[in-house]
T-cell receptor
């Protein structure tokens, strides 16, 4: 299995500001993903973080709002820009080894006031 | 129709009971099937992973896949209070993952 850490674990932010979430994997992985999980709901994929190229965004998510970086095979960041209370959620990073098993980080709990 | 359907529960059982968690799916092309356990305020943790029809056992946990019926199950034997969590099913098609909404389970001592 892969061990994934995320920073920060939680934050409370003001409307209109931006927050960058970091995701670190303890070994090189092929795929990294960013999900959002709102209370009582399942995981919604925001984007796939591609190493060396632009992220691939799912319908309803755009790069201007959720810029993503992936500078190498073990690290990625997600920025939540110009935040509003609707962005309050848990943001999860995950990594997928070649066998198709996906492992998740502990999540970042974001509250926007 | 959602790709993956999962009863959200909540499900409450006494300690020692056998728990059955289920998901149905619509796409017969799904390749891999997984169960995740998510404790409150934690990220999902991969519990079971299988790719073929049949049963896979790991300790008190058994994952069952029935591709002909498009149905997967997770059985928990001798359930413990520490099993109290939300259980998410997931399945893959290529690089795409599809998650159920999760079933909240409480095991009462």
């Amino acid at each position: 299995s892969a061990v994934i850490s995320q920073k920060p674990s939680r934050d409370i932010c003001q409307r209109g500001t931006s927050l960058t979430i970091q995701c670190q994997v303890d070994s090189q992985v092929t795929m990294m993903f960013w999900y959002r999980q709102q209370p009582g709901q399942s995981l919604t994929l925001i984007a796939t973080a591609n190493q060396g190229s632009e992220a691939t965004y799912e319908s309803g998510f755009v790069i201007d709002k959720f810029p993503i970086s992936r500078p190498n095979l073990t690290f990625s960041t997600l920025t939540v820009s110009n935040m509003s209370p609707e962005d309050s959620s848990i943001y999860l990073c995950s990594a997928d080894r070649d066998l198709g098993e996906q492992f998740f980080g502990p999540g970042t709990r974001l509250t926007v006031l | 129709q959602k790709e993956v359907e999962q009863d959200p529960g909540p499900l409450s059982v006494p300690e020692g009971a056998i728990v059955s968690l289920n998901c149905t799916y619509s796409n017969s092309a799904f390749q891999y099937f997984m169960w995740y356990r998510q404790y409150s305020r934690k990220g999902p943790e991969l519990l079971m992973y299988t790719y073929s029809s049949g049963n896979k056992e790991d300790g008190r946990f058994t994952a069952q896949v029935d591709k002909s019926s498009k149905y997967i199950s997770l059985f928990i034997r001798d359930s413990q209070p520490s099993d109290s969590a939300t259980y998410l099913c997931a399945m893959t098609l290529g690089n795409q993952f599809y998650f159920g909404t999760g079933t909240s389970l409480t095991v009462i001592p």
